[in-house]
T-cell receptor, first 115, second 114 residues
Framework: ETGVTQTPRHLVMGMTNKKSLKCEQH?????MYWYKQSAKKPLELMFV???????ENNSVPSRFSPECPNSSHLFLHLHTLQPEDSALYLC??????????????FGPGTRLTVL | AQSVTQLGSHVSVSEGALVLLRCNYS??????LFWYVQYPNQGLQLLLK??????LVKGINGFEAEFKKSETSFHLTKPSAHMSDAAEYFC????????????FGTGTRLTVIP
């Protein structure tokens, strides 16, 4: 596989469920990101990891819990979500997270629906 | 702080016509500017980026954008639209000397009329 992959592509869950989103990058990058894309709103940066260390938490509710076990993998653990959390969740990676000119490469996203 | 404003959430052009998608930015430091494209059911793909080398930036698929500091703009253009250009386009900004945190606009959906 090449680029940035995300699984699952679609997820439907109830408010009491616990689920996880997975992201894997095959580009040898050291920085990984989670974004939330909702209709009619700008992409919202949620979390940033550089060399497996979390460097940004953009005031995300604790019902979203990220995990970055190594530079190639990023997870987003979900529990007790709300219907307004329904959105497309995008993962991205870049060479490093310390320079604003680095290109971020995006995965196809996970379409999450919370019932 | 950085932000971008994309004027026009929907733009329609005829096939073969000029494409112009507008982006204005706000940044407290010299900016890096990006245009991404998103096709249905796909993630974002980089079209081009401005990193201060040249103010006219050429990207993939015949797109280009010009950085105009005096107008705080970074509009995206293509001389002749193709049906395959129909997609959503996002402008984004990040700041020099800071972390690689992108701030996106709300997007412009481009429709190409045959």
């Amino acid at each position: 596989e090449t680029g940035v992959t995300q699984t699952p592509r679609h997820l439907v869950m109830g408010m009491t469920n616990k689920k996880s989103l997975k992201c894997e990058q095959h580009l040898g990058h050291n920085a990984m990101y989670w974004y939330k894309q909702s209709a009619k709103k700008p992409l919202e940066l949620m979390f940033v990891y550089n060399f497996k260390e979390q460097t940004e938490n953009n005031s995300v509710p604790s019902r979203f819990s990220p995990e970055c076990p190594n530079s190639s993998h990023l997870f987003l653990h979900l529990h007790t979500l709300q219907p307004e959390d329904s959105a497309l969740y995008l993962c991205a990676s870049s060479q490093a997270g310390a320079e604003g000119s680095d290109t971020q490469y995006f995965g196809p996203g996970t379409r999450l629906t919370v019932l | 702080a950085q932000s971008v404003t994309q004027l026009g959430s929907h733009v329609s052009v005829s096939e073969g016509a000029l494409v112009l998608l507008r982006c204005n930015y706000s940044s407290s430091v010299p900016p890096y500017l990006f245009w991404y494209v998103q096709y249905p059911n796909q993630g974002l793909q980089l079209l081009l980026k401005y990193t201060s080398a040249a103010t006219l930036v050429k990207g993939i698929n015949g797109f280009e954008a010009e950085f105009k500091k005096s107008e705080t703009s970074f509009h995206l253009t293509k001389p002749s639209a193709h049906m395959s250009d129909a997609a959503e386009y996002f402008c984004a900004v990040s700041g020099r000397g800071g972390a690689n945190n992108l701030f996106f606009g709300t997007g412009t959906r481009l429709t190409v009329i045959p």
